[in-house]
């Protein structure tokens, strides 16, 4: 029988086993509020405002489960295999650890003694009950059985793998449990086959030589029905619970759930159960004893010490039942919220990060090109003084902020030496000119700056070209410059015209620091080179200096 039910229980391994492998990990908001109970609350609030490090025990669910299988009794009378059996039971979480299970069993179970018995004169279902029909000196008996027994139990449950220091979970659960509770039995002995006793089949049987024990079982079950109509031997002694034989038991098992999903799991569970009686299967007496004395030769049956048991192999359905509360604590791991925690703090009181600045320029030393910056210096993001005009001087030193090219070197203070004009007469002479003729200043001929494809960033050559304006409108202080640009045809071309303007007038404003007020804004221009803006002498024309993009949303990023 044993063999059998190994066989069974690893093909129901094998067969739940890869649901484990399925599982994804879940868990539980530790600031969830919700899932508090109400005598747990202050602590909780410690716990959110950091008054206490150990987050409260949150409400979880309870299981209910039901199982089947097959059971056996350990006992003087071998065990016929298999037999059947359900469970009900309800289970709540104490802890991480160890929860509480209450349960109830329904077992039926049968036994078959392949050997024949003579020691029987003492059971009086055998020797009395039978009116005479079976007599110790002449007949054999096989001992046989059926009982039926059921038992109500308290049990503790320990998980012994929830702990776990490299997995935030797993689907598979195992764990132990034992527990006390009560038992009741009703166990019946088929002796007669109707009201015949089975007298010529069992003296037949026990005096024919059979090979093995197998031949003798199929002899005994092909002769005998399945009445089981003779009570078995009771205790008089012995309490009753509904007209039945009553006795405390005591519980020990091991068993493995394996997880469907956050309701469900499958569990396969092995039960020994221990029933301070002997006559779970109808016999308390030990077989042909020889008594030495006055009645020498005599075979006489002595009563047994020992105690029957039984055990139940079951595999069951759970389910987790609860609203507003995560699932049984069994299946969770209890360094979970520590160690996310650590990994990813959401609620330790962290301290904000100090970094060095030995020169006080906001910007840390590690990313600090200029670790001695002056005090007071405006510096750039790489932490290096600031030098807008670029003359060797910077700005805190700088006596002058922005030199002009045409002035540079410059001496210690950053000011400049700008060469005199050739003849200030010559100068004087073309400025009265210029206020004469309003038409044009005396700038001359300006150059045309290029464009390639839809770009609207200026090349080197088209930065040096703008450089000899500059130089030009420096000459000429008095001088307005227009700065055109095509592309009327569409929205695109317009857009695409005004930031090359604008590309133009802002690098002769910010990098060569000609004053914004000297140019006049010309746009969308028809009948011209889109892709070239053209710089022209404006001192007699009108028109704005900024102008507000025409269409923002279809600007060409540099």
Same mark, same amino acid.
């Given at each position: 029988m044993a063999s059998k039910k190994n066989v069974f229980l690893s093909g129901?391994?094998?067969?739940?086993?890869?649901?484990?492998?399925?599982?994804?990990?879940?868990?539980?908001d530790v600031k969830d509020s919700s899932l508090i109970p109400a005598s747990r609350q202050p602590q909780h609030n410690e716990f959110l405002n950091n008054a206490y490090p150990f987050p409260a025990k949150?409400?979880?669910?309870?299981?209910?489960?039901?199982?089947?299988g097959i059971s056996s009794v350990a006992g003087d009378v071998r065990s016929?295999?298999?037999?059947?059996?359900?469970?009900?039971?309800?289970?709540?979480?104490?802890?991480?650890?160890?929860?509480?299970?209450?349960?109830?069993?329904?077992?039926?179970?049968?036994?078959?003694?392949?050997?024949?018995?003579?020691?029987?004169?003492r059971n009086p279902v055998w020797s009395n009950t039978l009116g005479g029909a079976y007599n110790p000196a002449t007949d054999k008996v096989f001992y046989n059985y059926?009982?039926?027994?059921?038992?109500? $139990? =308290?049990?503790?449950?320990?998980?012994?793998?929830?702990?776990?220091?490299?997995?935030?979970? !797993?689907? /598979? @659960?195992?764990? %132990?449990?034992?527990?006390?509770?009560? $038992? =009741?039995?009703?166990?019946?002995?088929?002796?007669?086959?109707?009201?015949?006793?089975?007298? !010529?089949? /069992? @003296?037949?049987? %026990?005096?024919?030589?059979?090979?093995?024990?197998?031949?003798?079982k199929k002899i005994l079950k092909a002769g005998m029905d399945k009445s089981y109509e003779t009570h078995a031997e009771t205790d008089p002694l012995q309490p009753k619970l509904f007209g039945k034989s009553f006795k405390p038991s005591f519980q020990l098992g091991v068993g493995m759930?394996?997880?469907?999903?956050?309701?469900?799991?499958?569990?396969?569970?092995?039960?020994?159960?221990?029933?301070?009686?002997?006559?779970?299967?109808?016999?308390?007496?030990?077989e042909n004893t020889y008594i030495q004395g006055a009645n020498v030769g005599v075979n006489v049956p002595a009563q047994t010490r020992d105690f029957?048991?039984?055990?139940?192999?079951?595999?069951?359905?759970?389910?987790?039942?609860?609203?507003?509360?995560?699932?049984?604590?069994?299946?969770?791991?209890?360094?979970?919220?520590?160690?996310?925690?650590?990994?990813?703090?959401?609620?330790?009181?962290?301290?904000?990060?100090v970094l060095d600045d030995a020169d006080g320029d906001g910007v840390t030393d590690q990313f600090d090109h200029e670790p001695n910056t002056p005090a007071g210096a405006p510096v750039d993001t790489h932490g290096v003084s600031?030098?807008?005009?670029?003359?060797?001087?910077?700005?805190?030193?700088?006596?002058?902020?922005?030199?002009?090219?045409?002035?540079?070197?410059v001496d210690a203070d950053g000011v400049g030496k700008c060469p005199p004009p050739a003849c200030c007469t010559e100068l004087a002479a073309k400025m009265d000119s210029m206020m004469v003729k309003k038409?044009?200043?005396?700038?001359g001929d300006l150059p045309s700056v290029s464009f390639t494809g839809r770009s609207v960033s200026l090349s080197k050559d088209a930065q040096a070209v703008l450089a000899g304006v500059a130089a030009k409108m420096r000459d000429n202080a008095a001088c307005k410059v227009a700065v055109y640009g095509y592309g009327e045809s569409s929205k695109a071309a317009q857009q695409l015209s005004w930031d090359r303007v604008n590309a133009v007038i802002k690098y002769l404003v910010e990098k060569e620091g000609i004053s914004e007020d000297r140019f006049i804004f010309k746009y969308g221009q028809g009948e011209g080179d889109s892709n070239t803006v053209d710089l022209k002498d404006g001192t007699g024309e009108e028109g704005p200096n900024t102008v507000p993009a025409p269409h923002p949303n279809l600007r060409k990023k540099k």
């Open positions: 129901i391994v094998c067969l739940f086993a890869s649901a484990s492998f399925a599982q994804v990990q879940t868990g539980y949150p409400r979880n669910q309870w299981e209910i489960g039901v199982k089947g016929v295999f298999p037999t059947g059996g359900f469970g009900v039971h309800v289970r709540k979480a104490l802890g991480y650890i160890f929860s509480l299970r209450a349960e109830y069993t329904w077992n039926r179970a049968r036994g078959l003694n392949w050997s024949a018995s003579s020691g029987y004169s059926k009982t039926t027994i059921q038992d109500l $139990s =308290i049990q503790g449950v320990v998980t012994l793998n929830n702990v776990r220091f490299h997995k935030a979970k !797993t689907g /598979f @659960n195992l764990y %132990a449990f034992g527990g006390i509770g009560g $038992s =009741i039995y009703d166990t019946w002995v088929n002796a007669k086959n109707g009201a015949t006793p089975y007298t !010529t089949l /069992f @003296n037949s049987t %026990a005096s024919a030589t059979y090979s093995n024990r197998k031949d003798v759930a394996f997880k469907l999903s956050n309701k469900f799991n499958l569990a396969i569970e092995e039960r020994f159960t221990a029933v301070k009686t002997d006559l779970l299967d109808g016999q308390q007496w030990q029957d048991s039984y055990n139940f192999f079951s595999v069951g359905l759970n389910y987790n039942l609860g609203k507003k509360a995560v699932e049984p604590l069994w299946w969770a791991n209890p360094l979970d919220y520590a160690y996310n925690e650590i990994n990813a703090p959401r609620h330790m009181k962290l301290p904000k990060p600031r030098d807008t005009d670029g003359d060797g001087v910077p700005d805190i030193k700088d006596k002058e902020l922005i030199t002009p090219t045409q002035c540079q070197p038409a044009g200043c005396g700038i």
